[in-house]
């Protein structure tokens, strides 16, 4: 359920440090530009200017002062009043209640049961459900139409199947100090702060209700109750679908949710699609761009081979998931039949494809198909995309072509124009690139990308360059660095540095330099953070066993090499992505293969002039030892001949402890000399 809400407009924010006795000042200066009196505007003009600068230092040094004190959101507050980088409040035009309610009706537009009339083809049962999903259970009686009362409960219903989910009040207690205490209300009007600030008394409380919800299988009609607050997509908003519905929900609810989540997750995860990169612990956006990169660089490698990317894009692929399609969801996976019939949340889905030459990957319902086609056969590429489309109209999904695009990456010399694939009567279309998961993806050039990337950063350099104005400390300019300027040139950075033309990395670090002239200080350039960001990648990758590139990048069991095995790579593009260009960034003491690759035959162990200068070095090291185990061995034959003249037993013992000592030492440096070779190499 969800209530309307309309749109306010949001005033300006005024500058901290203007105080009373300025803005007395600045009357005082307008009176004087009125009265056409040339000295007394000077006069109030000089008083102005150094009032304005001792108000913005006392300002300055209040905000260093809280930053002492770590206070971070309120210098980064500051921060944005005195830099203006702030979102900017969108104002409604008129602001009246039919403007809400148009927004309400376009909101819940899928709030139904029924199948949407945009897939007549489902075959229905008299209820109106797809006949070709399991029979669902007798439904239980509706709640109260109030939306601020519970709903009334029968004590004389049949007995309800116990379940064994049951809440402890300290996990309900754990849970409720983890609550944002920044976070607004929600329909019930219960503030996070005083869930958090009373959690030792409410946790017994809410324990109770939370286990007759799951025991009586309802949840509180309030607690379902969401106010929606529609946040603009563009600048300029005209139509409702320009809107974008944020649900402001209970917190007692969501506190519930994750106590079942917890309970659901390691249920759920053997069903879970591997190729799924969301909700997963450990896993980002960078990591299903890898694996997307990875397919498409590893196919363009052979010849005649074309790659076909196509992003689908769903309306409101949340809000159009029916409850009795997820119910045989979860009924196929054994759940148990009270909690069945409590969740309201969609956790995984059927389709799942995946071979040598095409795949089916999701991020949330951000979905990808990626084919290789190779010498124009197409076949398997769009029955993909055709089960794909008919998995949809069973799940009741709704595509918006409008909006879905395909990319062709294709660099044989004779290529003929691609044919678009048609979906629901409408082709979609191709483009030279496509922004997917913050990624601007084109024919793996990346000049899109930087450009994107470079134009966002260039224009927050502006930013910096205010709030150095100001002259604050190089400790804020520099954290004002990392969250404003960094994060959007470094964003995926993993993905697609290492393929850039040299220009464009030029230009970045060009850009860095100008930054670090601002903030004072020498910045990491594009290469050297770009090194470091790689071998985290590889790490996380290595030590997490349930990672989709787990076995391709797996442990070096090598005892003798240093170096990481280098993948065999045909072409230069292939060579500068993530997988082969880490080898060169991934320290030694981490050895690392990648699986399912081939290697160059004089790249083992760095090729036929770097094998000749270790065998030399070894036959020196073996000449060396054989030289000191005679001298040794002379050295006891003339203790033992005269023993006397040299001070009898007790001399040769003293003698021959020191050779073991020097013994030593030679074999200690020796390793060590050894040991900074190989690091070296």
């Known amino acids: 359920m969800a209530l309307a809400v309309g749109m306010h407009s949001l005033s300006n924010t005024l500058y901290l440090w203007v105080t009373s006795d300025l803005k007395a000042l600045l009357n005082e200066k307008k009176r004087a530009f009125t009265a056409g009196d040339p000295a007394e505007l000077r006069r109030v003009q000089r008083e102005l200017k150094r009032s304005l600068k001792e108000s913005k230092d006392a300002y300055r040094k209040k905000l260093e002062e809280r930053l002492e004190r770590n206070q971070t959101r309120d210098v980064w507050s500051g921060m944005r009043t005195i830099t203006g980088f702030q979102k900017k409040g969108i104002r409604s035009a008129d602001g009246n209640m039919d403007q809400a309610n148009e927004l309400n009706q376009f909101f819940n537009r899928f709030d139904s049961s029924s199948p949407s009339p945009s897939c007549p083809n489902i075959p229905l049962d008299n209820n109106g459900s797809p006949s070709h999903l399991p029979e669902p259970r007798t439904p239980l009686p509706t709640s109260s139409p109030s939306p601020l009362l519970t709903p009334y409960i029968d004590t004389n219903m049949s007995p309800i199947p116990p379940t064994g989910l049951s809440f402890t009040s300290g996990q309900v207690r754990r849970e409720l100090e983890r609550l944002n205490q920044r976070k607004a209300a929600g329909p019930d009007g219960i ?34 109750t969401s106010c929606l607050v529609p946040v ?30 917890s309970h659901l997750r390691p249920l759920v995860s053997p069903f879970q699609d591997p190729l799924q990169f969301a909700y997963q612990p450990k896993v980002g956006v960078d990591d299903a761009v890898i694996y997307l990169l990875k397919r498409a660089y590893s196919s363009l490698d052979r010849l005649n081979t074309t790659v076909r990317v196509m992003f689908f894009d769903f309306s409101s692929a949340f809000n159009t998931i029916q409850p009795r399609l997820l119910r045989a969801k979860l009924e196929k996976m054994q759940m148990d039949a009270p909690l069945v019939s409590w969740i309201e949340d969609y956790l995984t889905a059927d389709l799942q494809y995946h071979s040598e030459t095409c795949h089916l990957q999701k991020y949330s319902d951000d979905t990808v198909i990626v084919g290789c086609v190779e010498n124009g056969q197409e076949d398997e590429y769009r029955d993909l995309v055709e089960s794909f489309v008919r998995w949809r109209r069973e799940n009741l999904l709704q595509l918006n072509v409008t909006k879905m695009k395909e990319i062709v990456v294709d660099f044989s010399k004779s290529k003929s124009p691609p044919s678009p694939v048609c979906i629901s009567g409408k082709d979609v279309e191709i483009v030279p690139s496509y922004r997917f998961l913050g990624v601007q993806l084109d024919k793996l050039e990346w000049s899109t990308n930087t450009d994107a990337v470079y134009k966002k950063a260039m224009s927050r350099l502006y930013f910096l360059r205010r709030l150095r104005s100001f002259s604050v ?66 790490r996380t990758i290595l030590y997490n066993p349930s990672h989709l590139l787990h076995n391709t990048v797996d442990k ?25 260009s880490v080898k060169l960034f991934f320290p030694a003491k981490e050895q690392v293969t990648f699986r399912g690759l081939q290697r160059f035959k004089g790249d083992r162990r760095g090729g036929r002039q770097e094998r000749r200068k270790r065998r030399g070095e070894r036959q020196e090291r073996r000449k060396t030892e054989r030289r000191k185990t005679e001298e040794e061995k002379t050295g006891e034959e003339e203790d033992m001949r005269g023993g006397r003249q040299r001070g009898g037993r007790q001399e040769r013992r003293k003698r021959r402890g020191e050779r073991q000592e020097r013994r030593k030492t030679e074999e200690e440096e020796d390793r060590r000399g050894r040991r900074q070779e190989r690091r070296k190499t």
């Open 191 to 224: 503030s996070p702060q005083m869930l958090r600030n009373c959690s030792r008394q409410l946790c017994g409380i809410l324990q109770h209700l939370f286990n007759q919800s799951i025991h009586l299988q309802r949840i509180p009609v309030l607690w379902k």
């Open 232 to 261: 603009p997509k563009k600048t300029h908003p005209v139509a409702p679908s320009d809107y974008r519905p944020i649900a402001l929900t209970s917190h007692i609810m969501k506190v519930m949710e994750r106590l079942v989540l």
């Open 473 to 538: 400390c190089s400790r804020m300019l520099h954290m004002f660095y990392q969250c404003v300027m960094a994060s959007t040139i470094f964003f995926a950075v993993v993905c697609w540095a290492a393929g850039i033309k040299a220009k464009d990395a030029n230009r970045l670090n060009k850009l860095i330099k100008k930054a670090g002239s601002v903030v004072g200080c020498k910045l990491a350039n594009l290469d050297k953070l770009v090194r470091g960001r790689m071998v985290l990648k590889v």
């Open 556 to 580: 070096l069991r090598s005892s003798f090499s240093s170096r990481l095995l280098q993948p065999r790579c045909s072409k230069e593009r292939y060579r500068k992505s993530f997988l082969p």
